[in-house]
């Protein structure tokens, strides 16, 4: 093996039938690593990749789930698991001593810190409590404190994909809501452009963080996104980070309004499903990720990025810079 090269790796990927378990397991391929592809539903796309070991597993709230991940990195000769949906945090966090026992690598935040970030009513309280702008959030319980006339958003604490968040224009409306959607928030409405950070956080705590503009948005991915670089939203992203005590790769979630404000929404504690342009656009995400997940350095240098890259959520590279041409 010549010396600048790094050490094949075999990394399981959980979730590879969305973006993000789906991006990852082709980034990971490129850099030459054997990835054991898993989801829990056998119709996945991503266990139909080609040179993956694809694994059907239980779900994450499943019972079995522990033991299945844990037998199959033994069988399977895995070195480190990495989550591509926020389901299988929680547990995965929970089973890191059984298994650092078998010497599986896991690179995530302690089980507090993911709890704040899967919750969105305690990830509000927590930004609030470090002064950190975010929207105005309430449990349903409280929609009486809400000033007549907000614009509302109603979405689901621990919802993911933009599943059950609803729009509405009066209380009367959001209690409503708050009967339909499954574990209720309600949040003051923001608008104005929303931005994804796509972070990774080194075991000393230092972070790079790439930009992206997301310019049109689908079923709560970004369809198309541009990077940017501004020093006022990446300090914000920064201070969530730190807030949260995120590790390793992450994604933050925010809007720049039209008075300028930087507002943080969320926080997943996993790689987002638009980070193909990060990787296009000069960041080496996985690959540092792969470093600091076994130990190595991150190099930041290597985390550097072009601004006003733009490209469609796509797991392939972008082949060049130039947009895609009008008909
Ligand atoms: N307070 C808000 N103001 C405006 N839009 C919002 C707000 N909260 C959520 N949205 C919209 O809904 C999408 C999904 O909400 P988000 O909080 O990111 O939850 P998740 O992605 O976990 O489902 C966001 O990307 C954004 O477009
Ligand atoms: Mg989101």
């Known amino acids: 093996m010549p010396i600048d090269q790094a050490p094949i790796r075999r990394i399981l990927v959980t979730g590879v039938g969305a973006n993000p378990g789906f991006g990852l397991t082709r980034s990971l391929q490129r850099l030459g690593h054997k990835v054991i592809a898993t989801d829990a539903n056998p119709l996945a796309p991503g266990l139909l990749l080609p040179d993956t070991l694809p694994w059907v597993t239980p779900r994450a709230d499943d019972p079995d789930y522990p033991t299945a991940i844990a037998e199959l990195c033994h069988e399977l000769a895995v070195d480190a698991v990495v ?27 302690d089980a507090e810190s993911v709890r704040v970030c899967i919750d969105k009513t305690e990830f509000h309280d927590v930004l609030t409590a470090h002064g950190i702008e975010t929207p105005r959030t309430y449990r349903p319980q409280e929609i009486d404190q809400v000033a007549e006339g907000t614009e509302l958003v109603v979405k689901p604490r621990r919802g993911q994909g933009a599943q059950g968040v609803h729009f509405c224009q009066t209380r009367e409306h959001a209690r409503v809501l708050c009967e339909l959607v499954p574990d209720a928030l309600v949040q003051e409405r923001v608008h104005g452009q929303e931005f994804t950070a796509d972070c990774l956080v080194d075991r000393t705590g230092r972070a ?20 940017f670089h501004d020093p006022t ?8 980070l730190t807030a949260v005590r995120a590790a390793g790769l992450s994604c933050v979630q925010g809007f720049i309004t039209a008075q300028g404000t930087v507002t943080i929404t969320e926080l ?18 996985v690959g540092q990720m792969v470093n600091g997940l076994f130990g190595q350095p991150v190099d930041h240098d290597r985390l550097t990025y072009h601004p006003a890259k733009t490209s469609p959520t796509t797991s392939r590279p972008w082949p060049s ?5 009008s008909p």
Request: glycine fraction near 6%; charged fraction near 20%; charge should be positive.
């Open 233 to 240: 939203v990446r300090a914000r992203v920064e201070q969530t």
């Open 321 to 325: 810079a130039t947009p895609p041409r």
């Open 83 to 109: 989550a591509g949906i926020e389901n299988d945090v929680p547990p995965l966090v929970a089973m890191l001593p059984e298994l650092a026992a078998i010497d599986v690598r896991l690179w995530l935040p």
């Open 208 to 227: 790079s963080v790439i930009l992206r503009r997301r310019d049109l948005v689908k079923a709560g991915l970004s369809a198309v996104s541009t990077t």
């Open 268 to 285: 997943n504690v996993r790689i987002a499903g638009g980070f193909a342009l990060a990787e296009a656009a000069g960041a080496d995400l």
